[in-house]
């Protein structure tokens, strides 16, 4: 297994303990994130201020959120991570459960690029307005 399928498994594991402080010393100024534009946190976010402005978004956007990892595929250059992502938002009456695919970008072992595809945005969105 290459060690950048290696890392990415263990950032989404920091993710769903909340140890934030680990993904952020793995993305450097120039890393861009990707969220979907249609979404409320949506839109090209950079570097580690970046990062904590997409979570800031997103947590202000979900009353509860989790990713939940399922197959990593890669190369030591780009790796895909497949799961499901779990929510619910404050004005939602449930949660709500929608695969995801994740793609990050890894040259020479370090992160420029995560592209954070959703299934359905539109699911997501319904969702989000209750």
Excluded: C
Excluded at 42 to 54: P, Q, S
Excluded at 74 to 84: N, Y
Aim: glycine fraction near 10%; charge should be negative.
């Amino acid at each position: 297994m290459p060690l950048s399928v290696q890392v990415v498994q263990a950032l989404y594991a920091d993710f769903a303990q909340g140890n934030l402080s680990k993904i952020l010393a793995v993305l450097n100024e120039h890393t861009s994130i990707h969220s979907p534009a249609s979404l409320p946190y949506g839109g090209v976010y950079k570097g580690r201020d970046g990062f904590i402005a997409l979570m800031t978004a997103a947590n202000a956007t979900w009353a509860t959120l989790r990713m939940i990892p399922g197959t990593a595929i890669g190369s030591d250059e780009e790796v895909v991570m497949t799961g499901v992502f779990t929510g619910k938002a404050a004005a939602a009456a449930g949660p709500v459960s929608l695969p995801f695919v994740h793609l990050w970008k890894m040259p020479a072992g370090v992160i420029t690029e995560i592209w954070l595809y959703s299934w359905d945005t539109a699911a997501l969105l319904a969702h989000l307005e209750g």
